[in-house]
């Protein structure tokens, strides 16, 4: 698609960041993102939490706060009762509530196949943003939740997860990313993404592309939830990690890695956590705020290859 050039748009679609910036006044910026899919969980609240935290989250990514989110919904009517509908939206007005956003409205199709999202729009300061593209050699890399939310959604629709498991899992695609973006702009941090469909590694690549570096990630520190690399170890596979894997084939040296860190890194994310390019000087700080991010890598100078797993 052709671009049109616009002084108002901060970030745009140029470096496949997570949201669309565009700016009001000097300390006034839009934030827009829009974000929708089938159910990976059979409850439907729980769906609809996850739904909305994920289209949130973009708003997180690039440190602002959500405003107002507009439902996008395909319902098979005839097929699913009305009441299925009304948890999927209680769910998700619950989490925009939670984020301190209001849900205003939003639209409704008739579908084959039942999805749910939002359209979210959020305000941030036009000089203290989060985008993919101010990584600097040096600063360490950090992410904010555990991976292996594809095989532990796959593992639950197979009937093979623990009652447990699917308890962590569903909290922690429930879990907003409000807090670790907060505490990077309180640090002045300036480069985050969030870890969604592409995997841990699909988004790093976007900051490596986007910040003209590459990002060196120790596949022994990625955290995981519950079992997830024993379920890919037991033959647990999802379509989208092999579509991720061809993706990334040629910007991806993975020759010193695991197999199950490579599966984990390549798993696709719903809802997931912050992957934030951090200082040195602020690193321990940060991880002091939020206790649930890990320290799983660093940046260098541009090599080539965009990513090296090890």
Known sequence: MPTHADRRVLVGRETF????????????????????????????????????ANALSDVYAMGGEPLTALAIVGFPVGTLPPSVLTEILRGGQDKVREAGA??????SIIDEELKFGLSVTGQAHPDRLLTNATARP????????????????????????????????HTTMSALNGAASRAALA??????????????LG???HVARASHVTLRIDGNKL?????????WRAGTRTGGADRNETYLSAHVDSAGADPADLALALDPQTSGGLLLAVPPAVLAEYLSAIPEAVEIGVVEAAGDKQIRLG
């Not at 910026?29 to 769906?47: E, G, K, R, S």
């Not at 209001?102 to 639209?107: A, F, P, Y």
């Not at 955290?223 to 379920?231: D, Q, V």
């Open 223 to 231: 955290p995981e939830l519950p079992g997830a690399r024993a379920l």
């Open 102 to 107: 209001v849900l205003i409205g939003g639209h």
């Open 138 to 169: 040096g600063d360490r890399l950090v992410l904010t939740k555990p991976l292996g939310t594809g095989l532990l959604a796959t593992a639950e629709k197979q009937g093979k997860l623990s009652s447990n498991a699917m308890l962590v899992l």
């Open 17 to 52: 960041d997570d949201a669309g910036v565009f700016v009001l006044r000097d300390d006034l910026a839009l934030v827009q993102t829009v974000d929708f899919f089938a159910p990976i969980v059979d409850d439907p609240y729980t769906f609809g939490q996850i739904a909305a």
């Open 187 to 200: 640090l002045g941090l300036t480069c985050a993404t969030d870890v969604t469909g592409f995997g841990l």
């Open 203 to 205: 988004h790093a690549l």
